[in-house]
């Protein structure tokens, strides 16, 4: 009864009230992102034209700033593995899990000392670009002049730095 009110409820007040993104039933929603990167999370999420259930994506959110952009993703939780993706990129931004219309979960992204079996190196010659079984390791440091996140590889040293986005498997 209460869905039937509202519904009519937007009926009355026209084409203003479906614009609005509406609250999600079960899944997460992804807040606090790096403005320009809500496409780049939901390539990490692999969200894309097969996936069938509502997305909505606002970027530059927050008025006229623009100041962050926001995810929101039904029918869907996020993993460890890609939450830590979304941190290199997006360190800021807050994972809010719903059930049932309740925020069950809610939390600002930490991003970890490392990441493992998420980014590859950029050097071909490194083991875990061989034909060896290796996980990729990288620690998380930070590129002190352009104030971003930096990671250096445990097998060769190498230091990614520009656009991480590109090294994210
Ligand atoms: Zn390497």
């Given at each position: 009864m209460a869905n039937e009110s509202t519904d009519k409820n937007s009926d009355k007040h026209g084409d203003k009230?479906?614009?609005r993104i509406k609250a999600i039933?079960?899944?997460?929603?992804?807040d606090h992102i790096t403005p320009g990167q809500?496409?780049?999370?939901l390539n990490i999420l692999r969200v894309g034209a097969n996936f069938t259930n509502t997305v909505s994506i606002v970027m530059n959110a927050g008025g006229s700033r623009g100041d962050k952009d926001v995810v929101k993703i039904e029918g869907?939780?996020?993993?460890?593995k890609e939450v830590n993706a979304i941190s290199l990129?997006?360190?800021?931004?807050?994972?809010?899990?719903?059930?049932?219309?309740?925020?069950v979960q809610k939390g600002k992204i930490e991003t970890p000392d490392s990441v493992c079996g998420i980014v590859k190196c950029i050097n071909p010659?490194?083991?875990?670009?061989?034909s060896e079984p290796i996980e990729t390791r990288f620690v998380v440091t930070e590129n002190e002049?352009?104030?971003?996140?930096?990671?250096?590889?445990v097998f060769c040293e190498s230091v990614l730095t520009e656009d991480l986005i590109q090294f994210i498997e």
């Amino acid at each position: 009864m209460a869905n039937e009110s509202t519904d009519k409820n937007s009926d009355k007040h026209g084409d203003k009230n479906n614009l609005r993104i509406k609250a999600i039933e079960n899944g997460t929603v992804i807040d606090h992102i790096t403005p320009g990167q809500a496409l780049n999370v939901l390539n990490i999420l692999r969200v894309g034209a097969n996936f069938t259930n509502t997305v909505s994506i606002v970027m530059n959110a927050g008025g006229s700033r623009g100041d962050k952009d926001v995810v929101k993703i039904e029918g869907r939780e996020l993993t460890e593995k890609e939450v830590n993706a979304i941190s290199l990129i997006s360190p800021k931004a807050t994972v809010n899990i719903i059930r049932d219309f309740e925020v069950v979960q809610k939390g600002k992204i930490e991003t970890p000392d490392s990441v493992c079996g998420i980014v590859k190196c950029i050097n071909p010659n490194c083991i875990t670009n061989s034909s060896e079984p290796i996980e990729t390791r990288f620690v998380v440091t930070e590129n002190e002049k352009k104030k971003t996140l930096a990671l250096r590889c445990v097998f060769c040293e190498s230091v990614l730095t520009e656009d991480l986005i590109q090294f994210i498997e």
